[in-house]
């Protein structure tokens, strides 16, 4: 199983990226999936989160900026990013409550990461 991050890189201040993290292997159910973001000397810190049937919340830094949405058949969740900020800058990781078959028995992982994409903003 793999949560595979795309769509970071270096963006002047205003400008807009789009993040896609993409579940693959023998997915059997995707809950709740989230972006969170890093900087180095910091802990992993919550940017968006969604549930399976669509709610949503973000951290209060992003507000009105970020949109995060996903799409269930395609296994994948998404993070629109507008008026990018420099404190934006850090490496970004998706995350999932999700069940996989394995040898033909169900397991299910909370906070399940993938791997991240930077994202850079200059100012």
């Known amino acids: 199983v793999q949560l595979q991050a795309s769509g970071g890189g270096l963006v002047q201040a205003g400008g807009s990226l789009r993040l896609s993290c993409a579940a693959s292997?023998?997915?059997?159910?995707?809950?709740?999936m989230a972006w969170y973001r890093q900087t180095p000397g910091k802990e992993r810190a919550l940017v968006a989160q969604?549930?399976?049937?669509?709610?949503?919340n973000y951290a209060d830094s992003v507000k009105g900026r970020f949109t995060i949405s996903r799409d269930n058949a395609k296994k994948s969740v998404y993070l629109q990013m507008n008026n990018l900020k420099p404190e934006d800058t850090a490496f970004y990781y998706c995350?999932?409550?999700?069940?996989?078959?394995?040898?033909?028995?169900?397991?299910?992982?909370?906070?399940?990461w993938g791997q991240g994409t930077q994202v850079t903003v200059s100012s």
């Open positions: 995350n999932a409550d999700l069940c996989y078959d394995e040898y033909d028995t169900i397991q299910c992982v909370k906070n399940y």
């Open positions: 292997g023998r997915i059997y159910n995707l809950n709740d």
């Open positions: 969604i549930s399976r049937g669509g709610s949503s």
